[in-house]
Nanobody, 125 residues
Framework: QVQLVESGGGLVQAGGSLRLSCAAS????????MAWFRQAPGKEREFVAG????????GYADSVKGRFTISRDNAQKMVYLQMNNLEPEDTAVYYC??????????????????WGQGTQVTVSS
């Protein structure tokens, strides 16, 4: 069993930055692919960024490419999402997710077994 707890959300002006953190429990964290998803009001939950078990393999949604960076620290059981040059369209609840069946990330929401409770990010114009 893995528990995920996100933190770092908040209110920021357009053009600003935030760093989200996801703290994981569980002995096999380093074997799991991890990802960040987000869900805006009235919209589907969507893939934002993913990272493989070693951190060498990463991927991003087109809407955040070049602005967001995902990373992980397996020793500390942490996953991060550095978000720069934020836009009002980035406003959403951000969720951390773990895929216990794969060491490489997927963009498919249904592949993830564990989810955090989410952290709100609000970007004002």
């Amino acid at each position: 069993q893995v528990q995920l707890v996100e933190s770092g959300g908040g209110l920021v002006q357009a053009g600003g930055s935030l760093r989200l953190s996801c703290a994981a429990s569980g002995r096999t964290f380093s074997n799991y692919a991890m990802a960040w998803f987000r869900q805006a009001p009235g919209k589907e939950r969507e893939f934002v960024a993913g990272i493989g078990w070693s951190g060498a393999n990463t991927g991003y949604a087109d809407s955040v490419k070049g602005r967001f960076t995902i990373s992980r620290d397996n020793a500390q059981k942490m996953v991060y999402l550095q978000m720069n040059n934020l836009e009002p369209e980035d406003t959403a609840v951000y969720y951390c997710a773990a895929d216990r069946h794969s060491t490489f990330y997927s963009r498919t929401r249904g592949n993830y077994d564990y989810w955090g409770q989410g952290t709100q990010v609000t970007v004002s114009s």
